[in-house]
Each structure stands twice: as C-alpha cells, then as structure tokens.
C-alpha cells in the first residue's frame, strides 16, 4: 500500500520538479537572460526520485545516490523553515519535498543495514 502511495508521489514530484523548470526556462527566455549552462543544474533535481524509484523496485541504491540526494532535498527544505508567512507556496514546498526526504532516509537506512525492500 504505502508502495503505490510512494509510486504516486514520485510521479507527482516529477511533474512539480517540470513545472519548476519549465516556469525558470520560461521567464528566462521573456527576460532574454537564459544561459545553456544553467540547463543542467535544475535536471538534478530528478536524482533523489531515481533513487527512491531504484529501492522501490528492490534494486540496491547507492549510497552515494541518497546522500548526494539528501543533500539535493535538503535546501528546499531548509527554505520552507525560513518563511516569513504561512503562504500556499510554504505549503507546497513542504508537501514537495518533506516526503522526499522521508523516503531517502527509509531507503539509506535499508541500505546500510544490508536490506532490500
């Protein structure tokens, strides 16, 4: 059951994460200031989901994989502390991103202590 939540979430994430980049891309080109180089760096943003996707399906995770994800995930999350008000963008940032880590910290935990889901 939580598996399938968690399949969901992923896939809502993913169309978060697009809609985050598409909107940058976007204002980028209508301000004229968009760069080839600054292209890559959001497309990270999908490399905590793969590695929550590679433990749902039962593969071994890297470990490398869910730090380097935890640490992807955790500026966002970070940010959602460092508000001024309770908006709708607080909330969305924490319903984006909390869950994220919550599934990273389960899959490296299984990691390092040997086990597969």
């Known amino acids: ?4 939540a968690l399949w969901i979430y992923i896939g809502l994430y993913c169309l978060g ?3 985050i980049i598409g909107s940058g891309l ?10 080839l180089i600054s292209l890559p ?7 905590p989901a793969v ?6 399906r039962g593969k071994k995770v890297p470990i490398i994989l869910i730090l380097f994800g935890l640490l992807i995930a955790a500026f966002p999350v970070i ?7 309770f908006t709708l963008i607080t909330i969305g940032k924490a319903l984006l991103f909390v869950p994220l880590l919550a599934g990273l910290i389960y899959f490296g935990n299984q990691r390092v202590r040997g086990k597969t889901s």
């Not at 976007?26 to 760069?35: A, L, P, Y």
């Not at 760096?41 to 490399?47: D, E, W």
């Open 26 to 35: 976007i204002e980028d080109f209508q301000n004229g200031s968009f760069n």
């Open 41 to 47: 760096f959001p497309l990270l943003m999908f490399l």
């Open 1 to 4: 059951m939580w598996k399938k």
């Open 17 to 19: 994460v697009l809609y």
């Open 51 to 56: 590695a929550i996707a590679l433990g749902l």
């Open 79 to 85: 940010g959602i502390f460092n508000f001024d008000g």
